[in-house]
């Protein structure tokens, strides 16, 4: 049992949170690329950005969260979430839309969004320097250990705070963001305007508030997303270039332009990073007296070594590109 | 006067000489105030960046595709430099080892051709799904076994022979199998990428670039890893023979005679039939398909072509430099430095790339002295004025400042001279 629940700690939590990550990364890149059709490199760095500055609203009220009995930083990111949001639009207005006025093909913005993405890296990385820090200054990162009933297992089940509040978010966000685009007048134009953006405009609906409303999404989404992720390991600024591969592949994988798709897809390439990873000699050892004397498990039995862990959503990638490029929901944006 | 010159010679080509007056200028500052040797060695890394350039100025210029992953390619150019042309490891050819290494490739063949053979027994009347299914299973334990095989062997190299050695060869073999291997693995990636969005082939050829890097940073047995492998053999006497200046000059003549081996053929392929099909099909894909070309195919070529150049240049820089370092490949100096060289210098014209590779590459080099100079002004102003220690690691963020003006570079060449210095120039035939 011991070991069951070394899986669950190793494989089904820890996939939880990578999945719940790249879905939330994967829903705003999937809600850019169907408004506007292009793939937004600098999501990743949005997500930085977002950490960041509830890094530094942290560092300056240390003590904000302790008077509600919740988490500083959990506190201090609706307010990261605006000043993210307000990043992606100026961003917008100062980069993209100048391009998309000019009529040029998506590819041409794309290359705009990956110069975007090395200005913030470069100015992220001159504020804050390089080494990474915790989003815990003066608070601990609570850890609930759960004892299973019974002797079954001597070991607890692990998960983290950050963890919970992770979770727990990314189902409050996929809820609302399914209330958002069935239920609102504003859910419905973007979801027009992603059909067909020409008919959404002689329809009435004013396109510019529906890339500014997208923009809005996409900048909360990413502080969240951003936040969390520092919230559970460390925030440092070099977290979106390893970032920036999985949150495209869950987008194809779940079918560009199509939000529930992307969470998915995120989901799916958070398990199977972890799965890959994991090393399954670890549940093959109670077992190990049935197998025959002349078969030995290797110590080390897992799919890939944790280097080349980004092999894996890669992997996906194409393994989807070629198979259905249109991803497994069927976006509309091909 | 200049306007006179103008009257007198209309078919003068005014924006090139001044272009190339400017990387002049920019070339005699450097040597003014840098020395020869420094300069020279500039140059020669410059040349190469020039070769890399006109393999992405082919990709992006002529066929419109955006090749985010150049790093990868110049690395792949990079390793196959080093292994090619490091001597030979005696002690590992004269081990058991190379047996060994050989029987578990063996093997993996053994395992592929096993997985290729289930997966077409829907031949045999197996339904599609359950054919699926094995194959699957069958990749994963092959896989597997495979690992068990091989991971011994590498750990047995890394132990007993510190790693495989070079094959011997010289440096410009290498440079050639560098190139040929950089288009075997473009080929794969833009036989899946380049029927599709042009999105894609960006967000594959970033991952591959990765996947690369990863790949040769842990193959401790093949490229010894972060321990990395120097000094790398030159194709000419090196400087410990004919001293700084000498050296670096014969070098930079090889690879001047390279770009302009390369430039000419490029400039053949421009006007060929081939260059303005390939044109055709960038501007207009619908019309270009009407007319009966097959427009995959040759995507795929002007792809696997660009990735070629990128891998020989990647060799030519790699080799130059002397150390072959899989962590010294980076998204910013090899991916989007190479990137602003060509939408700087003209994509699509040959001559605005070579000559934008030089540009950017001075300002580049002489930049990083400069951000310093810059970064040091405002932390003394900044503890003059308000009393704020300056941060120490100085220099390193002055590096980040180099980010932060690159990607601007990128964002404000595309919104306001998309087509660079040297726009390609049409022909109108009325």
């Excluded at chain 1, 300056?60 to 008077?67: C, K, S, V």
């Excluded at chain 1, 966000?173 to 973007?190: C, D, E, I, S």
């Excluded at chain 2, 090619?84 to 093997?107: A, I």
């Excluded at chain 2, 390279?258 to 055709?280: D, E, S, T």
């Amino acid at each position: 049992m011991n070991e069951l629940v070394f899986f669950i700690n190793k494989a089904l939590i820890s996939g939880a949170v990578a999945g719940s990550i790249y879905a939330i990364g994967a829903v705003g890149v999937t809600l850019v690329f169907s408004i506007m059709r292009f793939a937004h490199f600098a999501h990743a760095d949005q997500m930085t950005f977002g950490a960041l500055i509830v890094f530094f609203l942290t560092a300056l009220f240390p003590g904000a969260g302790a008077a509600l009995g919740i988490p500083t930083p959990l506190l201090m990111l609706p307010l990261a979430m605006l000043a993210t949001s307000v990043l992606a639009i100026g961003i917008d207005k100062a980069f993209y839309k100048p391009l998309r006025e000019h009529g040029v093909k998506p590819i041409v913005i794309v290359i705009a969004s990956l110069g975007v993405t090395l200005m913030l890296q470069g100015i992220i990385r001159l504020f804050a320097g390089t080494s990474s820090r915790s989003l815990y200054i003066e608070e601990s990162k609570a850890i609930f250990r759960l004892d299973l009933p019974g002797d079954l297992a001597s070991r607890p089940l692990v998960i983290t705070e950050p963890q919970i509040l992770l979770i727990v978010f990314t189902i409050l966000a996929v809820f609302g963001l399914h209330l958002f685009l069935n239920r609102t007048r504003m859910g419905k134009a973007m979801r027009a305007m992603s059909d067909n953006p020409d008919l959404a405009r002689v329809s009435g609906i004013d396109t510019n508030k529906v890339v500014m409303v997208t923009w809005v999404l996409a900048g909360c989404l990413a502080a969240a997303a951003g936040t969390f992720l520092s919230l559970d390991v460390s925030l440092s600024p070099d977290l979106s270039f390893f970032l920036l591969l999985p949150i495209f592949a869950a987008a194809i994988v779940g079918g560009v332009g199509h939000p529930y798709g992307a969470i998915a897809g995120g989901f799916l390439v958070g398990y199977a990073e972890t799965l890959s990873v994991f090393n399954w000699s670890v549940l093959l050892r109670p077992i190990n007296h049935w197998f025959p004397e002349w078969m030995e498990i290797p110590r080390n039995l897992s799919l890939v070594g944790t280097e080349y862990k980004i092999v894996v959503p890669f992997f996906i990638l194409v393994v989807v590109l070629i198979w259905r490029p249109t991803g497994i929901f069927k976006g509309k944006v091909i | 006067m200049l306007a006179k010159l103008f009257d007198k010679y209309p078919d003068l080509p005014l924006r090139e000489l001044v272009v190339a007056a400017l990387v002049l200028v920019a070339l005699l500052f450097v040597f003014l105030s840098q020395g020869n040797a420094y300069s020279l060695r500039m140059l020669v890394e410059a040349a190469c960046y020039a070769i890399i350039a006109l393999g992405l100025t082919i990709q992006w210029g002529y066929g419109g595709q955006f090749n985010a992953g150049v790093m990868g390619f110049v690395a792949l150019g990079g390793f196959c430099a080093m292994s090619f042309s490091m001597p030979v490891n005696t002690e590992f050819w004269n081990s058991d080892l190379p047996g060994r290494l050989g029987q578990t490739f063996l093997w993996g063949l053994v395992g592929i051709a096993l997985v290729v053979a289930v997966s077409q027994v829907h031949r045999l009347g197996v339904p599609k799904k359950l054919r699926t299914i094995l194959t699957i299973i069958l990749a994963l334990i092959v896989w597997m076994v495979f690992r068990s095989l091989f991971d011994p062997v590498t750990s047995a190299i890394e132990s007993e022979v510190d790693f495989v050695g070079g094959l011997g060869m010289p440096a410009w073999i290498g440079w050639l199998m560098g190139g040929l291997l950089a288009g075997v693995v473009g080929y794969f990636i833009g036989h899946i990428c380049l029927g599709l969005r042009s999105d894609y082939l960006a967000i594959a050829t970033l991952g591959i670039a990765e996947i690369i890097k990863a790949f040769l940073k842990n193959a401790d047995w093949l490229t010894r890893g972060t321990a990395t492998v120097s000094p790398l053999p030159w194709p000419t006497p090196g400087p410990g023979e004919l001293g700084f200046i000498w050296a670096r000059s014969l070098y930079l003549v090889i690879t001047a005679v390279m770009i302009v081996a390369i430039f000419y053929l490029l400039q053949k392929a421009y006007n060929a039939p081939w260059g303005r099909m390939i044109r055709a099909i960038r501007d207009n894909e619908i019309s270009a398909r009407a007319m009966g070309k097959n427009i995959e195919k040759r995507r795929l070529e002007v792809f696997v072509f660009g990735c070629v150049l990128i891998g020989i240049g990647g060799g030519a820089l790699t080799s130059f430099n002397g150390i072959f370092d899989a962590t010294g490949y980076l998204p910013l100096n090899h991916t989007f430095l190479v990137l602003v060289m060509v939408i700087l210098g003209g994509p699509g014209n040959n001559l605005g790339t070579i000559l934008g590779a030089l540009l950017v590459y001075i300002i580049w080099v002489m930049s990083e002295p400069l951000a310093l100079w810059i970064m040091q002004l405002f932390a003394d102003l900044g503890s003059g004025a308000f009393g704020w220690d300056a941060p120490d690691n100085l220099s390193s963020r002055a590096l980040q400042a180099r980010v932060f003006v690159i990607g601007l570079l990128i964002v404000l060449v595309l919104r306001y001279a998309p087509k660079g210095l040297m726009p390609e120039k049409l022909k109108h035939i009325s």
